[in-house]
């Protein structure tokens, strides 16, 4: 027996729930909330072109040989660690700061590269790995003409 109106976890209960929340102007409070990485983890801006793959990771603060990349034909994984020290002893103030942490993101493409001709290249704390595009081949199969002998 099926009773009308008593599913209050339906979708019509979520959106009467949500919907104030869909009022509000969110950019006042620098965008909609959102689920974040895990706390280090770079954000990742990922764009393809007609050739090739370009992935671009914010990493400031870290030392290119602290960073590692690896490139396979369908993901990208980069891994980093991060260690700052700061002393300062001024005018009876002393501040010691320790900095520490790493991070591994695996990214998929979308569509395969060739990892072989990847490179990556980190300036003024972006990391931008760029690889080729696989172009498309033949699946081996082909229609075939025929001729009248």
Known sequence: ????GLTPWGRDFIDRTWRPYDLL???LWGGWPRMRRGWGEPTVDMHETE???IVEADVPGYDPKN?????SPDSLTIRGTLERKTEE???GYYLRERQSGRFQRTIRFPTAVHADKAVAKYKDGVLR??????????????DLTIERE
């Open 129 to 142: 790995i760029t690889a080729p595009k696989v172009m498309k081949t033949s699946d081996g199969a082909r």
């Open 51 to 53: 050739d090739e793959v």
């Open 89 to 91: 002893d001024k005018d």
């Open 25 to 27: 102007d969110w950019s």
């Open 1 to 4: 027996m099926e009773r009308e």
């Open 67 to 71: 960073l590692w990349a690896r490139v």
